[in-house]
């Protein structure tokens, strides 16, 4: 099995490539085009679009690798009973999570902007995670699954840096997993925020985990040649 050494702060690590995963986080419409969730909240998402084409880049070579790769969403059912009230209650009426907008019911199941865009567009063989909270292991099965495949780490991607990603990786950190947070190919509306969420995951010694940037995994993956993972 493919054992590649990835530079990452605090420090380098050793991963074993087949109990590893690519988990990434909410790269839906919603988030990251005009009309959606994100923009609702007054928030400009041009901010988020420079993590796709490194994403993408990493995407392609887990592709190549037959590496895991799991993709999450957030969102809710269209009676949006599985949404607290305070969530549902945020922000102007109009631009609320199940108001109509350009792309559909925001934040809403089924609905054009809840999917994932198009640069990032899950194969049929890659599990979508559909998620009602911050967290990808709330109220989700993202936990059986990499437990069943014998998932040790992570390598996270995805947007925002402080929000969703930030959460799935508090939440996997306390589950035992390893989080590799690949900087570049995260987000936030808030330079600062994303900034901040990075120096949270890697301090103290990594408190919640590491990070590094895709093109210090990219070449760790490429030493690994054609040897396919699974
Ligand atoms: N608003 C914001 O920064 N994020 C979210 O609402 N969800 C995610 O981060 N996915």
């Known amino acids: 099995m493919p054992r590649v050494r990835i530079e990452a702060e605090p420090a380098a690590l050793v991963v074993d490539l ?26 400009d998402v041009t901010r988020l679009r420079r993590a796709v084409a490194p994403c ?26 599985d949404a607290p009230r305070h969530k549902v ?23 054009p902007g809840h999917d994932i865009v198009p640069e990032l567009y899950p194969l049929t063989s890659e ?9 990808a292991f709330y109220q989700t099965d993202l936990e059986l699954m990499l437990r069943n495949r014998g998932i040790d780490t992570l390598f996270v991607a995805g947007v925002t840096t402080e929000v969703c990603v930030n959460t799935t990786v508090r939440e996997a ?17 808030f330079p600062e925020f994303h900034d901040a969420g990075l120096a949270m995951i890697k301090a103290q010694g990594g408190i919640f ?8 995994l990219l070449r760790s993956l490429a030493a690994v040649g054609n040897q396919k993972i699974a």
């Open 127 to 135: 599990p979508v995670i559909d998620k009602p909270g911050k967290g």
């Open 173 to 189: 950190n306390d589950r035992g997993f390893r989080c590799i947070v690949l900087s570049d190919c995260c987000a936030s509306y």
């Open 18 to 43: 087949a109990a590893a995963a690519l988990v990434i986080i909410d790269m839906q419409r919603d988030f990251l085009e005009p009309g959606g969730f994100g923009e609702a909240l007054g928030n």
């Open 89 to 111: 209650e945020r922000g102007d009426p109009a631009n609320r999570i199940g108001a109509r907008g350009p792309m559909g019911r925001i934040l809403v199941r089924g609905e």
């Open 56 to 81: 993408k880049a990493v995407l392609d070579e887990a592709r190549r690798l037959g590496l895991l790769v799991i993709h999450t969403r957030e969102g809710h059912r269209p009676d949006l009973s």
């Open 209 to 216: 985990g590491s990070v590094t940037a895709s093109p210090h």
